[in-house]
Structure formats: C-alpha cells, structure tokens
C-alpha cells in the first residue's frame, strides 16, 4: 500500500476533519470545569509547595495535560457538539486515563467492539463519525474507515505524526526503521504501520541484543522467536538490518532513547566505517517536548528530600509508567496509582508496580510531618491530582501526629 498517497487523498477528503468545528470557546469552559483544579492553580502559583497539616506537597514543575492532549480531548468534545445525533465512534481510548475515558462513553461516544483480539468494524455506518484518538490509528484502519463513507475526525497528536513522517524517511530510502517502543501500544501500532521495514525494540537490553546481531551474527531463528511480535511480516534479521533508521514512539524514557540511538550509531560506524556511516543510520530524535520537560521535572523532583512520591496517571499510560521509573531508581517508595479510590485507608493503598502487576502496599502514609513528591502523566487530569492530594490531607488530618 502506498501509505503517503492515501494519506495524502484521506487529508483532500471532505469526509477527514482535523481542525476542529469552531467550538473551541465552549468546550474550553467545559474542560476547565470537568477536568482542572482551584487547588492544582494555587501550588503552581507559590512555586510548586504546599503545606497543609503535617504534609507537605511538592509538586513536579511539569506535570499533568499536555498540549496534545488537550487538542485531542477538546476535538473529541467538539465533535459530539458538531454532532449532537450522529451516532460517533471512537477507534481506541482517546487518551489513557480512565476518567477522560468514562466521559466519552457518557456522552455517547461508543468504543469499537473488540471481537477474538480483533476491531469489528461493521458496527461502522455510512455517514457515523468516528473519531481516530491522539494515538493516532493504523493506516489499514484509516482505510477501512474511508472506504466505508464515515466521517473522521482525527486528533492524532502532530508529535506522533512527526514520527510517522520519519519511518516513511527510512521507507523511502530502504531503510529499516529500529522503533524505541512497545510493539502493544496504539501508538507504536500506529507507527509501525506506516514504515517499509521494521523491528520494534522496548529497551536497552534488547537494543543490545540487536545491535550485537549486526556485528557478530548469531541464531536467526533466536532472533525471530525474540521478536516475533515485534516485526515487519518476513523480517531477515541477516539482510534486513544493513540500513538501519531509528525513531521512538513519544513518550519513551528520553536517556534510553538517547542511548539507543548512540549504540546504532557506534554498531553501524564499527561495522561499515565512518566515511559510509550516512549510507547505514539515520537517527531523528522523536520524543516530544512534552515528555522531556515531565521527565525532567521528575528528575529535578527526586534531588529533593521526600519521605515518599505519589506518580498519578492510567496504568496503561507509558509515559506515567516511565516518570514512576525515575523515581524508582533512585530508591525513593513511590506509589504508581490512576485515581483517589486507589487509597484504600492511611495504612493501605493499592498501586501498579513497574513490571504492571497491582499490588496492595501497607504503611505507605508514614507518621508525623512528611514531605511528598506528586507528579502526574500527561493525560491525567488536574482533578484528578487534587481529590489524591485532598485524601492525603484528610487521612493525616485524622491520624495524630507523633
Ligand atoms: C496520546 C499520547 C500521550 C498522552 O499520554 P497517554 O498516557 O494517553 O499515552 P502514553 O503515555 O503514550 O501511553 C501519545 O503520545
Ligand atoms: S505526550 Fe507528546 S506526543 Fe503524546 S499527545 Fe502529548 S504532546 Fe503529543
């Protein structure tokens, strides 16, 4: 499939929508009421700190909505007030925090059933709307959908569509496009569909593995067996990684996308020489702005003295998942949780551990006077940070100090 030209007739199509309907004032207003918060405006504005009681707060200078998300959760309200009767569908969750997610479904917009592991798109009419999340959707999605009549509106973040940009780079030019991401994930689904050839990698470890293969050889058959879910159909790793470009999906952990980049840029140099290093790798750094500063909030959080941390954000978010990884290297207790109902008392809390499995934690809330790190992923609402913090506030409040 020639992935540019249909992207290219979708984008000239008067059934493709991705600027909005003109409602932004209004949906604006419903945004700031449903989703932001009084106390969230007050610690930004006394820099970040705030005491109540025995606890202190302080908070990460970056956190929470970030701009793509904002745009894409503003379009999917705006479609619903475009059209108030159409029936509207949404490919996946717009974003991944679960309350944004139950308002969708409370103002009718249905999710595509998901039938066996597989999308049914019949349940799709001619003339419905169906929204493509800030993810972004396959391309053989976007077909589907095209081909069917139905109106889409596409919030795709333009950060994740950067990304799409540079795999059709690599595609151009026979590249293979080595992606930093998880090979689940809707973005990197996404991504993945629109580049040539390609392998996905999730860390450092595995980008070792690859990058020792491109050197000294080894068991194809090992290689494809590790990433058998993680490639282009007829992938050879002993032909397929000659030329090799590398992009990320947004909101991996920047040092090991960084690194990763560095480690093919070496294996390539050490393979073919310096002279002919531009005929091997390509690298453009496609984690967004938004990650970085979260990231490095985080990193400029944990230099802090703090008795615990609090990372709020949907457990399917990865880039939630990734602010709890800096605080769990530098060994501070920190607690992963996506809403307020997560602190089941001050003794126990239930929270998602790095390896993605949920755990009961007990005396998380230590005694007398603390200070607590709070951050919050990027598709987390400000609420949702102020109703932890408000329980933080009252659970202390009953508990004597000793
Ligand atoms: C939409 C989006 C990021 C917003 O945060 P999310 O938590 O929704 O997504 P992710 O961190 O990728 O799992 C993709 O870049
Ligand atoms: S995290 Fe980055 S790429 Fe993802 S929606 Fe936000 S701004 Fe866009």
């Known amino acids: 499939m020639d992935t540019k030209a249909f992207k290219r007739a979708l984008q000239h199509s008067e059934n493709y929508n991705r600027k909005g309907f003109g409602h932004q004032a209004e949906v604006t207003t419903q945004l700031q009421s449903e989703y932001k918060s009084g106390l969230i405006q007050q610690i930004r504005h006394q820099n970040y700190i705030l005491t109540q009681g025995d606890v202190t707060i302080r908070l990460a200078k970056a956190f929470g ?3 793509g998300v904002e745009r894409a959760v503003a379009m999917a309200y705006e479609t ?16 991944h925090n679960p309350s944004v997610n139950q308002r969708m479904q409370e103002m009718n917009i ?3 059933p998901v039938e066996a ?8 009419e001619t003339g419905d709307v169906v929204i493509l999340p800030a993810f972004g959707a396959s391309v053989q999605e976007m077909q589907v959908l095209y081909d069917q009549g139905c109106k889409i509106v596409d919030t795709t973040c333009p950060w994740v569509s950067k990304v799409w940009n540079t795999v059709e780079k690599h595609k151009k030019v ?34 070792q593995y690859v990058a020792d293969y491109i050197l000294n050889g080894g068991e194809g058959e090992e290689f494809m067996q590790k990433f058998a879910k993680a490639c282009s159909a007829g992938f050879d790793p002993d032909q397929d990684l000659e030329r090799v470009g590398i992009a990320n999906q947004t909101t991996m952990l920047k040092g090991e996308t960084e690194e990763i980049g560095k480690l093919f840029e070496r294996t390539m ?5 310096t002279v002919d290093l531009n005929q091997h790798f390509q690298s453009f750094n496609t984690i967004c702005d938004a990650t970085q500063e979260r990231q490095d909030a985080m990193l400029e959080l944990v230099e802090e003295k703090l008795d615990l941390i609090l990372v709020i954000g949907g457990f399917n978010s990865s880039n939630t998942a990734q602010l709890q990884q800096i605080a769990a290297e530098r060994g501070i207790p920190s607690y992963h949780i996506d809403s307020v109902e997560r602190i089941k008392s001050a003794n126990t809390i239930e929270h998602r551990q790095l390896n ?47």
């Open 356 to 402: 993605g499995q949920l755990a009961m934690a007990n005396n998380w809330l230590p005694n007398g006077k603390i200070i607590v790190g709070v951050t919050s992923g990027a598709s987390t609402p400000d609420k949702v940070v102020a109703d932890v913090m408000e329980k933080m506030f009252a659970l202390k409040a009953l508990v004597p100090a000793i």
């Open 80 to 95: 619903r007030q475009h059209f108030p009767t159409e029936r509207i569908w949404i490919t996946n969750e717009i974003i």
């Open 117 to 124: 592991g597989k999308k049914d798109f019949s349940v799709v």
């Open 174 to 207: 026979a590249f293979t496009s080595i992606i930093h991401g998880k090979y689940k994930h809707e973005e990197t689904i996404a991504t993945s569909s629109f580049a040539g050839k390609y392998l996905i990698v999730l860390n450092l470890q595995e980008a």
């Open 110 to 112: 249905g999710f595509i």
């Open 65 to 67: 909505f970030c701009w």
């Open 269 to 273: 140099m050490q393979k073919y020489g």
